[in-house]
């Protein structure tokens, strides 16, 4: 295993002790008043600094993966959620980024610098907004907690066979997840009980803090206890769930804790924006094994009226069409939807892509261009504005457009990839090299950006300041590998 891979499976294993895993582990009651301090040195084990690296490593392995969804409409909401709850944390200045990891499993876990993971069978498996945003809380609890310098310290105590144990789980993991479970399994059945009592003690922290941040965000607090209630009495929703979670259940005592916490917030009916169920509906499409059955399986539900809400059903039935390539009966659907909610900017979007896939480019643009100025703001819609306008041959003008409105986060895949095909259609190779170089290099690989950069050197017709430019990173790039092996 080589030195790069080593320093991230580390920076992966530090994140999982320290985390829930999902917010399913058992927990135990604590006293309201026993938080430890957020500020406190002596918890602290980690610099910013090495915890913005371990970030970005983490990040790197994770999206490496596949399995981290690049889909601007679906990360835009998640997002938006995130970003109105960390407002009501006790550190809404520190760095968060939420994401959709594609799993089958319901399930969320926490990575060092504030990187969040929804899974999306967790999403499927809500039944309203508040339920998605208690588990974002309690994730949120965990960074706030500074449950990974705590968990780091504690790895101190813990035996180095667990620590490889885990390891090789978490290796084992990346091709064959139930065969990882059995490994963490083994590695926690070495007596190492201290280690999965500390987890029980972040969870019952979370769950305290979480509450407070839902509240404080306006969302109904109750989510939290009544999705741990329905997802106990449900035995079905454990199918596909790792082992260790099922060695570890979720108890009754942890729901009658934080429902004891939440009992000084009045309940109040559930009611979800328009906006979770489109998103739940993506997400359905997006995860479904064999697209060819989902039309059938949205008109019966539709014919039936069986579904959480009506306009999302519909929605879900265009996207399935999109998926089995009959675009042109999508666009009725989307149409349709229009005449019944003309501002919603999710069906216009999903209208646009309609006419693009049925070759229809001007009333697509023309569809694009008044949304994306009346919402400069929203990364999906800039995204998708910018895609149409590559497939349209227009590549000076979304080049512009990428670079006047910077995404909210560079690192991201969507952004990178627009740019490098915006550089390379507008005539500029070599930029477009160097885009898909210093997007490896987020995910650590080096060896592949400097393969990307020694051809950014080979594109004819470049000035000698960019071959200069290029050259120079191509250098320490080479001292960084050479240092490393």
Known sequence: MGHHVKKTFLCFITSLLITVSTPLAQAEPINEDALPDYGDPSQVKLTPADEKKMGTEFMGMLRSSGHVLADPIDQEYLSDIGARLVRGSVMPNR?????????????????????????????????????????????????????????????????????????????IGMVAPGAAAGAVTAAMAGGEQQMLN???????????????????????????????????????????????????????????????????????????????????????????????????????????????????????????????????QAIDVFQSLLTRSPEEIIFQLALANALEDTHQMPAALTLLEPLYQKNRASDAVMIHYVRALLRDNQPKKALDILENDRLNYPQHPI????????????????????????????????????DQLKMALQVSHIDSDTKDRIQAQLDSLNRIRKQST
């Open 198 to 328: 500390y987890s029980r003690a972040h969870e019952a922290e979370a769950d305290r803090v979480g509450i407070k941040v839902l509240a404080n965000a306006q969302f109904d607090p109750w989510g939290m206890p009544n999705f741990f209630k329905r997802l106990l009495q449900d035995e079905r929703l454990y199918q596909g769930m790792s082992q260790l979670l099922n060695d570890h259940p979720l108890t009754q005592e942890r729901i009658t804790d934080t429902e004891n916490r939440t009992s000084a917030y009045p309940k109040k009916p559930a009611v979800s924006p328009l906006a979770y169920y489109l998103i739940k509906e993506r997400i359905r499409v997006q995860s479904a094994k064999n697209p060819r059955t989902l039309i059938e399986s949205y008109q019966r539900v539709l014919r039936n009226k069986t579904y959480e809400n009506e306009m999302a059903a519909e929605y879900g039935e265009g996207l399935a069409l999109m998926e089995n390539h009959r675009a042109r």
């Open 95 to 171: 760095h968060f980024e939420f994401f959709w990891f594609a799993s089958p499993s319901i399930n969320a876990f926490t990575g060092p610098d504030g990187y969040i993971a929804i899974h999306t069978q967790l999403m499927l498996a809500s039944a309203n907004e508040d339920e998605l945003a208690g588990v974002m809380a309690h994730e949120i609890g965990h960074v706030t907690q500074n449950h990974l310098a705590r968990g780091m310290a504690v790895q101190s105590k813990v035996g180095t066979g667990t620590i490889a144990g885990v390891l090789a789980a978490i290796a």
């Open 415 to 450: 952004p990178f990839g627009a740019l490098a095909d915006a550089q390379s259609q507008s005539g500029d190779v070599a930029g477009a090299y160097q885009t898909r170089a210093n997007y490896l290099l987020v995910l650590g690989q080096t060896t592949d950006a400097i």
